[in-house]
C-alpha cells in the first residue's frame, strides 16, 4: 500500500483526492490545506491539517497548489529526504526544495474543475522523476488510478503544457468567440455543438492536418473578405485574421 499526503484543496487536489480513495493500492494518509474549511466535510474519512508541521508520514507528498507557491511550501516541510512532488504542467521539477531529494512531478493533462465530474481513467499523467524507484512508486499511483501513465523530461513537460493551451484554452475561447457571433444574431449557440464534437472526434482518426477544411484552407479569398466584412468587433477579426493567415501558410495558399 502506497501512503499519500496531499497538499492543496483546489481543483486539482480535489479531484485527486476523490478518485485515490476508491484506489485499492493506494491510501490518502492526510490531506493538508492553509483553510481547513475547504476540506472540513472530508474528516470522518481522512485526517486534516492546516499545519504543515502536523504532516504525518506518508510514502509520497503531493503538492496540487498554484504554481508560484510550490517553490514555497517545498521548503516549510518539515522532513527532508522523502518523496516530494508536484502537479504542475510548467513549474520546474528543481523548484522542488533540494533538501527533498526524492523529487518528482505528478502531472494530470487535463483540465480540472472542482464543480465538473472528470473520469480520472481518462487522464493522461506525465511522471518526471529523479530516480527510478521513485518513478515507479508515481506510476503505480498512476495506473492505480486507472490512468495511462506516460514518462516525460522537463521540456516535453512544458511542450506538452504550452500545447494544452492551444488545445484548450486557446479553442475554448474560440467557442466563447463562436458563441457571441452567434448572439449577435440571435442564433442558437447549440445547432454548432454536433460541429464541435465532431472536429474534436476526428482527430482520433486522422492528423489535425488533414482533418482541416475551410475557406482558408480552401483559398476561397471572396468567402473570406465577406466574413471579415461580417465582424465588427475589432478582437474577433484579428483573431480571424491571424488564423486565416496560419491555416493558409500551414496549406501553402497565398
Ligand atoms: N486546474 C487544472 O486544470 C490543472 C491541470 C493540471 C495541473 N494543474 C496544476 O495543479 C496545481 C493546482 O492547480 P488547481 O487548478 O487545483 O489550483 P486552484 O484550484 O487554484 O487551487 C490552488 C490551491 O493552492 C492553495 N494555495 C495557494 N497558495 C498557497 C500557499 N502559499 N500555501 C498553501 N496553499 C496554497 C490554495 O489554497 P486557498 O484555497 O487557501 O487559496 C488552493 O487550495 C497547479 O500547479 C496547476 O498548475 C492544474
Not at 529526504?81 to 494530470?108: A, E
Not at 465530474?117 to 508515481?138: G, H, M, Q, W
Not at 484548450?168 to 458563441?179: E, W
Amino acid at each position: 500500500m502506497i501512503t499519500i499526503t496531499l497538499i492543496g484543496a483546489g481543483n486539482v487536489a480535489t479531484h485527486l483526492y476523490n478518485a485515490l480513495k476508491k484506489c485499492e493500492k493506494v491510501a490518502v494518509n492526510q490531506w493538508f490545506s492553509r483553510d481547513l474549511t475547504q476540506i472540513s466535510k472530508y474528516n470522518t474519512e481522512v485526517s486534516i491539517t492546516d499545519n504543515l508541521q502536523e504532516l504525518k508520514e506518508s510514502d509520497v507528498y503531493i503538492i496540487a497548489i498554484s504554481d508560484d507557491a510550490i517553490e514555497d511550501v517545498s521548503k516549510q516541510l518539515p522532513f527532508d529526504n522523502r518523496l516530494v512532488v508536484h502537479t504542475s504542467g510548467s513549474v520546474r521539477l528543481y523548484d522542488i526544495d533540494m533538501k527533498h531529494h526524492k523529487r518528482g512531478v505528478f502531472y494530470p493533462l487535463q483540465s480540472f474543475s472542482k464543480a465538473v465530474e472528470l473520469n480520472f481513467s481518462e487522464v493522461p499523467i506525465c511522471i518526471e522523476a529523479l530516480r527510478k524507484e521513485d518513478f515507479n512508486t508515481l506510476k503505480t499511483i498512476g495506473e492505480a488510478l486507472g490512468c495511462k501513465v506516460h514518462k516525460v523530461n522537463t521540456n516535453q513537460r512544458k511542450a506538452l503544457h504550452l500545447a494544452a493551451v492551444f488545445a484548450n484554452n486557446f479553442t475554448n475561447q474560440i467557442y466563447r468567440l463562436a458563441h457571441e457571433i452567434c448572439e449577435s444574431e440571435a442564433a442558437d449557440f447549440d445547432i454548432l455543438k454536433p460541429l464541435i464534437k465532431e472536429t474534436a472526434r476526428k482527430i482520433n482518426t486522422v492528423s489535425p492536418y488533414k482533418a482541416q477544411t475551410g475557406p482558408a484552407k480552401r483559398g476561397d479569398k471572396k468567402t473570406i473578405k465577406k466574413q471579415l466584412k461580417m465582424l465588427d468587433n475589432d478582437m474577433q477579426k484579428d483573431v480571424y485574421e491571424l488564423l486565416t493567415k496560419s491555416i493558409k501558410q500551414t496549406h501553402g495558399q497565398h
